[in-house]
Antibody, heavy 119, light 112 residues
Framework: EVQLVESGGRLVQPGGSLRLSCAASGFTLSNYWMSWVRQTPGKGLERVAHIKKDGSEKFYVDSVKGRFTISRDNAKNSLYLQMNSLRVEDTALYYC????????????WGQGTLVTVSS | DIVMTQSPDSLAVSLGERATINCKSSQSVLSSVNNENFLAWYQHKPGQPPKLLIYWASTRESGVPDRFSGSGSGTDFTLTISSLQAADVAVYYCQQYYSTSTFGQGTKVEIK
């Protein structure tokens, strides 16, 4: 059974940093592109970062470029999102999601981890 | 970036009736390479992660009831729930994955 379990979300002050983790099981992580998608009340769903199977290519939405870094450790079956210079508008539920091997649709999602940026 | 616009923002439908959600992209998401539309639909219920319903605009994901169907091509797409069930109350999103990825703003479906 495919499982994605996120962790690391918490309350953090503006300007602070946070590292999210996603533990994958039930499939071979190295065979799939992976994404971080966030849900905010105001903007709905937004894919913030996307990483190739071997980690050699990474893509970011403009609003997080230069602040967030996506990475993966296929040997540890893990995906990460390093979040620096956090802003209030980064407050969201962050999901780890698997890209289907046929394209960029997202066929499995974790339950999400909540990041709250507030003073 | 490709902008995805859904309509309506919300709709209320009686049980057993048809629900129709529209999604329009600011540019075509039809690939000339494989002749597929890079368009997916998701169902999102409170407290749960989004669930993939449809990919390639009209292909149902495994296990998705056949009352859900997707149609359209190029820039205009539709998700239809042929006979609304109580379990279908949710927010529905379209997503293009032709050029990076962007989602529509969501359509909330409720029971009338």
């Amino acid at each position: 059974e495919v499982q994605l379990v996120e962790s690391g979300g918490r309350l953090v002050q503006p300007g602070g940093s946070l590292r999210l983790s996603c533990a994958a099981s039930g499939f071979t992580l190295s065979n799939y592109w992976m994404s971080w998608v966030r849900q905010t009340p105001g903007k709905g769903l937004e894919r913030v970062a996307h990483i190739k199977k071997d980690g050699s290519e990474k893509f970011y939405v403009d609003s997080v470029k230069g602040r967030f870094t996506i990475s993966r450790d296929n040997a540890k079956n893990s995906l990460y999102l390093q979040m620096n210079s956090l802003r209030v508008e980064d407050t969201a539920l962050y999901y780890c999601a698997r890209d289907a091997d046929r394209g960029g649709d997202l066929d499995f999602w974790g339950q999400g981890t909540l990041v709250t940026v507030s003073s | 970036d490709i902008v995805m616009t859904q309509s309506p923002d919300s709709l209320a439908v009686s049980l057993g009736e048809r629900a129709t959600i529209n999604c329009k992209s600011s540019q075509s998401v039809l690939s000339s390479v494989n002749n597929e539309n890079f368009l997916a639909w998701y169902q999102h219920k409170p407290g749960q992660p989004p669930k993939l319903l449809i990919y390639w605009a009209s292909t149902r994901e495994s296990g998705v009831p056949d009352r859900f169907s997707g149609s359209g091509s190029g820039t205009d797409f539709t998700l239809t729930i042929s006979s609304l069930q109580a379990a279908d109350v949710a927010v529905y999103y379209c997503q293009q994955y032709y050029s990076t990825s962007t989602f529509g703003q969501g359509t909330k479906v409720e029971i009338k």
